[in-house]
């Protein structure tokens, strides 16, 4: 089965509870839903820390890019600009994982860039975990959010 429609069957809206790159918790809300006919998926992200204060929002899409190669674009509050992410890794890790999804932006190794991956993993008992791992230009690359998230 291709990733689009994979991704197409667990459209739908999701919530869950997270921790960011500075051990705060938060909540999240995400939606999955096609987009011009099922030639891709938009993803609408918000969390909030626990007294309701906004921390992150983005509008993200995935689709194919002009090489035809599937690719994450995502506008969001803490970049100030959209951009690309390729998908480098499609593959699952254990039993319990249908599928794990790895969108890259940069090279994780270019300490001279900023670099981005997003992870994407849809699990066996219906949960999605929407994971952020990032570097700054000259600091580490490291894992800086962590969700995971259930149907509505």
Request: charged share 25%.
């Amino acid at each position: 089965m291709n990733i689009i429609n994979q991704l197409l069957q667990k459209a739908g809206h999701y919530i869950g509870k997270g921790e960011n790159h500075e051990g705060k918790k938060f909540k999240a809300r995400f939606c999955l839903a096609p987009i011009i006919n099922g030639a891709g998926i938009k993803i609408n992200y918000e969390t909030t820390g626990l007294n309701d204060d906004l921390l992150h929002k983005e509008e993200t899409i995935i689709a194919l890019n002009q090489n035809t190669r599937l690719s994450l674009w995502t506008l969001n509050s803490n970049v100030p600009y959209l951009y690309e992410h390729e998908l480098t890794t499609c593959n699952d890790i254990n039993s319990d994982i249908e599928s794990k999804f790895i969108f890259r932006h940069n090279d994780p190794e270019d300490r001279a860039r900023f670099r981005e991956d997003i992870e994407l993993i849809l699990w066996e008992n219906e949960m999605i975990s929407y994971n952020y791992s990032w570097g700054l230009p000259n600091k580490d690359f490291t894992s800086r959010s962590k969700v995971n998230l259930y149907t509505n």
